[in-house]
């Protein structure tokens, strides 16, 4: 899909503007930390700016292609796997991007998942604080 390899070589060069043509204006993220999805392009371009500045070396290293249900409607949507390595806070991280595709290409959906659990701990403390800091979230209460 040219939309998967556009969106892999925008996010390995930290070139953020080309997202915003490739996401559809209700795109949902499903996180690895939290239950409930990112939805709204503003919202998961703000997670996308968080996260390549938490990601230290974030890299692709495959492709896969398919069909898969997508959680919104349980409709089959044309999907793309990426799977990729990183390192958040001298954390190794294996995870994948499952990107899944309205009926003009734009993703629609997005399905992180991320091993192992301590590298999913660090990774979720990094992003909450992104967020807050970028005003995307409020602080939790306590804090």
């Known amino acids: 899909m040219q939309t998967a390899e556009r969106f892999r070589a925008a996010v390995e060069k930290r070139d953020l503007t080309v997202l915003d043509d490739l996401f559809t204006d209700d795109v949902r993220l499903y996180s690895p930390v939290k239950f409930v999805p990112f939805e709204g392009k503003a919202m998961v371009l703000g997670l996308f700016g968080v996260?390549?500045?938490?990601?230290?070396?974030?890299?692709?290293?495959?492709?896969?292609?398919?069909?898969?249900?997508?959680?919104?409607?349980?409709?089959?949507?044309?999907?793309?796997?990426?799977?990729?390595?990183?390192t958040v806070d001298g954390k190794q991280i294996h995870g994948i991007d499952l990107l899944?595709?309205?009926?003009?290409?734009?993703?629609?959906?997005?399905?992180?998942?991320v091993?192992?659990?301590?590298?999913?701990?660090?990774?979720?403390?990094?992003?909450l604080a992104g967020l807050v800091a970028d005003g995307l979230v409020p602080a939790p209460s306590g804090q």
């Open 100 to 113: 899944q595709f309205d009926e003009e290409g734009r993703i629609k959906e997005f399905t992180v998942m």
């Open 51 to 86: 996260l390549v500045r938490t990601f230290e070396d974030l890299r692709y290293i495959g492709h896969f292609e398919g069909t898969a249900e997508t959680g919104a409607d349980g409709e089959e949507a044309p999907s793309v796997i990426l799977p990729f390595r990183a």
């Open 115 to 127: 091993r192992p659990q301590s590298a999913v701990h660090t990774l979720g403390q990094a992003v």
